[in-house]
């Protein structure tokens, strides 16, 4: 299946009641997991790159690993995202290198951890999506701040989205999708005792609005991965908790179409690195490790796919192309 926008992705998981996982990628073997996963469960699937692992990979090589993605999964809807864009700079940028779908995050300013303003939040979106539409790419767009900070970004306070704002937002820029902030937090650290998302947030916002809703900081940070972090010389500190696959299960019901999930796959690959480097000091071969990281990686994808409700769903649809989508942002215009 050819490389997709995120727009079809999401619209499709959105009529059909169930979400779509958006894993964050830095090197060959998590984007390796993600598609091994993604094929054995048939499942559509959203690889994304933030600004940070873009620059750690020197842009063009994780660019041309995530085109090796789509093509040895032709039978797999993909789309390759860029993460927290916090400039029509940087998304121009990215889709360029041949990204279907970018994210602005202009509730942040281009440091991306200073509040901004509404105007200046519509004022950058509307400048990407006029660029990324001309070019048949989807924009996905912010309002609100989460809490935490993950690979630089974050404000660390958390604002929970105005429904109205979010509406008016929405008619004001011609987004694809909306971010929006309830409760959660990137980073592993996500709450201070039980998770409590701002269900009644996320209610009023999918009643007032008519695109799909995306979900950030929504990773799961599983007890028993933290445990083998530091079983084996990891030093998390206590305290790591993360939102509960129950919680993700009923925000999808009330409309989430987009959970992003990078924290819980970082956590899979650094507790098997280390449980390789302690109870098998003798390896140093890489593949030794990271070969294993990528199968644990794997079956931890496999596992959201089928929470999300994602598995099954990969030849639901045929594919709309860049091209073919350049022309339908058009006839909008």
Not at 137 to 163: Q, R
Not at 310 to 320: C, E, N
Request: hydrophobic letters at 40%; charged letters at 20%; one cysteine or more.
């Amino acid at each position: 299946m050819a490389l997709v926008s995120t727009k079809q992705i999401l619209e499709e998981a959105r009529n059909k009641g169930y979400g779509v996982g958006a894993y964050n990628v830095n090197n060959m073997e998590q984007i390796q997991a993600i598609m091994t996963a993604a094929k054995e469960t048939q499942s559509p699937v959203i690889i994304q790159a933030s600004r940070g692992a873009l620059k750690y990979s020197s842009f063009t090589y994780l660019e041309s690993l995530m085109k090796a993605a789509v093509i040895e999964n032709p039978d797999i809807p993909v789309a390759v995202h860029l993460d927290h864009g916090n400039s029509l700079e940087s998304v121009v940028k990215a889709i360029n290198l041949g990204f279907s779908s970018v994210m602005i995050d202009g509730s942040l300013l281009e440091d991306g951890k200073t509040a901004s303003t509404y105007d200046y939040n519509v004022n950058v979106t509307c400048s990407v999506v006029k660029y990324a539409h001309a070019k048949g790419v989807s924009v996905e767009a912010e309002i609100g701040t989460l809490g935490g900070s993950e690979d630089g970004v974050g404000s660390g306070k958390i604002n929970l989205t105005d429904p109205k704002e979010a509406r008016r937002f929405v008619s004001e820029t011609g987004i694809d999708s909306l971010a929006i902030a309830i409760g959660t937090s990137h980073g592993a650290y996500k709450f201070k005792g039980s998770a409590n998302l701002a269900f009644d947030v996320l209610k009023k916002i999918r009643s007032l609005i008519d695109i799909p809703i995306v979900l950030h900081g929504a990773s799961s940070v599983p007890k028993e991965l933290t445990d083998e972090v530091n079983k084996y010389g990891g030093r998390m500190p206590a305290g790591a908790t993360g939102v509960p696959i129950s919680s993700l299960q009923e925000a999808i019901k009330l409309g989430v179409s987009k959970i992003n999930v990078d924290t819980d796959g970082r956590l899979a690959i650094t507790a098997t690195i280390r449980k390789v480097f302690a109870e098998a000091p003798e390896k140093f071969d890489p593949r030794d490790y990271l070969g294993l990281a990528r199968t644990v990686l794997t079956n931890l994808i496999i596992t959201k796919m089928k929470d999300f409700g994602t598995a099954g769903h990969a030849k639901d649809y045929s594919p709309i192309s860049l091209e073919d989508m350049k022309k339908q942002y058009a006839s909008k215009y």
